[in-house]
């Protein structure tokens, strides 16, 4: 399988639990993306890299959540003492830059967290 | 207000319909444009590529108009499996990284 691909696909955790979520991009991608999407909504930008590099990080994007992408290829995205109000669909995209202006993102499958 | 705003869903629409979806963006230096289709509990797909000269997919016809900031998905004789989730999806200028903005997504239902 070439494509994004996103580990797991459930999750569900007791609150005040830590989870932990990865992310393989499409190969030769340098960048990576993470969204989150709650119900009813489209999905919201939390962050990028570019190669190891984060780039970018949304003010969603609590001090209780960490990404790292250690090597430049695979990503994982942390939320430390997790709240009910963290239960979304976290989705990972991938892209070569200026590929995404042509072409938009691929993305993974998602993780679907549920904190009960 | 949102930088991505689309018509409130949902539509409910009979086979054969044709349906249009309309979707505002506020940064005027926004560079791409896109519509993405999502299933239920699944994740967004790049529907088409949306430019200012209008481009055609089959059934579905997108067009952008950069001075009023607007973009439009048109979907002529829908089909059952159409429906879904239509996300207008907006790539910022070049100094914000090019990541995707999302609407918040009109939902299509074709009935037969």
């Known amino acids: 399988d070439t494509g994004v691909s996103q580990d797991p696909r459930h999750k569900i955790t007791k609150r005040g639990q830590n989870v932990t979520f990865r992310c393989d991009p499409i190969?030769?991608?340098?960048?990576l993306y993470w969204y989150r999407q709650t119900l009813g909504q489209g999905p919201e930008f939390l962050t990028y890299?570019?190669?190891?590099?984060?780039?970018?990080k949304s003010r969603l994007l609590s001090d209780r959540f960490s990404a790292e992408r250690p090597k430049g290829s695979f990503s994982t995205l942390e939320i430390q003492r997790t709240e009910q109000g963290d239960s979304a669909m976290y989705l990972c995209a991938s892209s070569l830059p200026g590929q995404g202006n042509l072409y938009g993102y691929t993305f993974g499958s998602g993780t679907r967290l549920t904190v009960v | 207000r949102k930088e991505v705003e689309q018509d409130p869903g949902p539509f409910n629409v009979p086979e054969g319909a044709t349906v249009a979806f309309n979707c505002t963006y506020s940064?005027?230096?926004?560079?791409?444009f896109f519509w993405y289709r999502q299933d239920c509990r699944k994740e967004p797909k790049l529907l088409m590529s949306?430019?200012?000269s209008g481009n055609e997919d089959g059934r579905f016809t997108a067009q952008l108009n950069r001075a009023s900031q607007y973009i439009s998905l048109l979907i002529r004789d829908s089909k059952l499996s159409d429906s879904a989730t239509y996300l207008c999806?907006?790539?910022?200028?070049?100094?914000?990284?090019?990541?995707?903005?999302f609407g918040q997504g009109t939902e299509l239902s074709v009935k037969p």
């Open positions: 999806v907006v790539i910022g200028p070049y100094n914000q990284g090019g990541k995707l903005i």
């Open positions: 940064n005027s230096a926004s560079q791409s």
């Open positions: 890299f570019q190669n190891e590099a984060q780039l970018e």
């Open positions: 190969s030769e991608h340098n960048r």
């Open positions: 949306v430019y200012s």
